[in-house]
């Protein structure tokens, strides 16, 4: 008799805990399902539309820039970036102009704070950067756009850069 009314008293918490970690399970599913989402819609292939900095002085600085970016959709990215006048620049000169940027790396995402973060692997024209974390907020805009800005470590937005989704091959 003891244990049928050691039952009836143990049976709603044993109900009700069930029930938490079916919810919790159900949480982390759902932040990796949201996660999921998120990294296909970066999937693609991008045009760099502008790339602003912003000077600690105070306005904006267009950089004059063109490049591409790339995530994939099993959470690898590639970015490459030049000022536009760099193959002109080149030209007129004996020796070996560059400039810009260019890495390779994967991908996490913070959906908490509009982070991605790309981790980087490899650059040719940072070296500095391998193994490096590369942060940027993101922001998917109105007009299907993508803006990565980048921010110094008090929180002010130091550059951002925006990337136009290329939909076939009439774009490339």
Same mark, same amino acid.
């Given at each position: 008799?003891?244990?049928?009314?050691?039952?009836?008293?143990?049976?709603?918490?044993?109900?009700?805990?069930?029930?938490?970690?079916?919810?919790?399970? $159900?949480?982390?599913?759902? /932040? &990796?399902?949201? @996660? *999921?989402?998120?990294?296909?819609? %970066?999937?693609?292939?991008?045009?760099?539309?502008?790339?602003?900095?912003?000077?600690?002085?105070?306005?904006?600085?267009?950089?004059?820039?063109?490049?591409?970016?790339?995530?994939?959709?099993?959470?690898?990215?590639?970015?490459?970036?030049?000022?536009? $006048?760099?193959?002109?620049? /080149? &030209?007129?000169? @004996? *020796?070996?102009?560059?400039?810009? %940027?260019?890495?390779?790396?994967?991908?996490?995402?913070?959906?908490?704070?509009?982070?991605?973060?790309?981790?980087?692997?490899?650059?040719?024209?940072?070296?500095?950067?391998?193994?490096?974390?590369?942060?940027?907020?993101?922001?998917?805009?109105?007009?299907?756009?993508?803006?990565?800005?980048?921010?110094?470590?008090?929180?002010?937005?130091?550059?951002?850069?925006?990337?136009?989704?290329?939909?076939?091959?009439?774009?490339?």
């Amino acid at each position: 008799m003891q244990a049928m009314q050691w039952l009836k008293l143990a049976l709603p918490t044993l109900v009700a805990a069930a029930a938490l970690v079916l919810l919790i399970d $159900d949480d982390g599913a759902s /932040a &990796a399902n949201d @996660e *999921e989402r998120m990294l296909q819609q %970066f999937t693609g292939h991008y045009e760099l539309v502008s790339f602003i900095r912003f000077p600690e002085e105070g306005g904006e600085v267009d950089t004059n820039y063109e490049g591409r970016i790339m995530y994939d959709g099993d959470g690898n990215m590639s970015a490459i970036g030049m000022p536009k $006048d760099l193959p002109v620049r /080149a &030209a007129r000169s @004996e *020796e070996n102009i560059s400039g810009g %940027f260019a890495y390779y790396g994967t991908v996490s995402l913070d959906l908490d704070n509009d982070i991605i973060i790309h981790h980087v692997q490899g650059s040719p024209t940072r070296g500095d950067w391998d193994g490096e974390d590369n942060i940027r907020y993101f922001e998917f805009t109105d007009e299907g756009l993508l803006k990565l800005s980048m921010k110094d470590d008090s929180g002010r937005t130091i550059g951002t850069l925006t990337w136009r989704k290329l939909e076939g091959p009439a774009d490339t």
